[in-house]
């Protein structure tokens, strides 16, 4: 069973339109993160949630609106993509403190 | 200057020998560090946590200087397998994030 599961694996699509990333994970964690991965390869965290509620909210546009419906799963909503935006997605679990992350497998998001 | 830096490599050994990282962090305040191992095209993996006292997992060894605020991984009798991408992580105090390097590559060959 995988213990942290986002979808889509791949996502292709033009500027300006609206996707949405779905995690879940299964590992009975209270926190769940999303990372952005540029080209340089840099890990970057945008959001954390602990038990559905907000706790880390870094600098990112407010095009992104992250929503936990509870605390298995955390969604990554994205409007108006820009080229910028093109990079790898991860969602992350962590039981307590974020020290041990569980990555999901990534999604490649490619904006023509 | 960046909260954790790293040589991003690569760094190419032969089967069978000793390869050292080094990794430098600019917050003072920081308490926990570790190292995460990503392959190419996967997600990061806790490879394991560096202790002040240093420690050792099989072939790896991390050591810690907070004096000189850098953190090290070591890898004895390198294999294959160990190629990837090695990722240094900091996290500062209470801070509910951690802070992750651009990562080194390691690529071992025959």
Redesign the interface.
Known sequence: DTAVSQTPKYLVTQMGNDKSIKCEQNLGHDTMYWYKQDSKKFLKIMFSYNNKELIINETVPNRFSPKSPDKAHLNLHINSLELGDSAVYFCASSQGGPEKLFFGSGTQLSVL | RKEVEQDPGPFNVPEGATVAFNCTYSNSASQ?F?W?RQDCR?????LM?VYSSGNEDGRFTAQLNRASQYISLLIRDSKLSDSA?Y?CVV?AGT????T?G??TRLQVTL
């Open positions: 926990s570790f995460y996967k997600e990061p993996k806790l946590s991408t990722l996290k801070a509910s994030k951690l992750f651009t990562g």
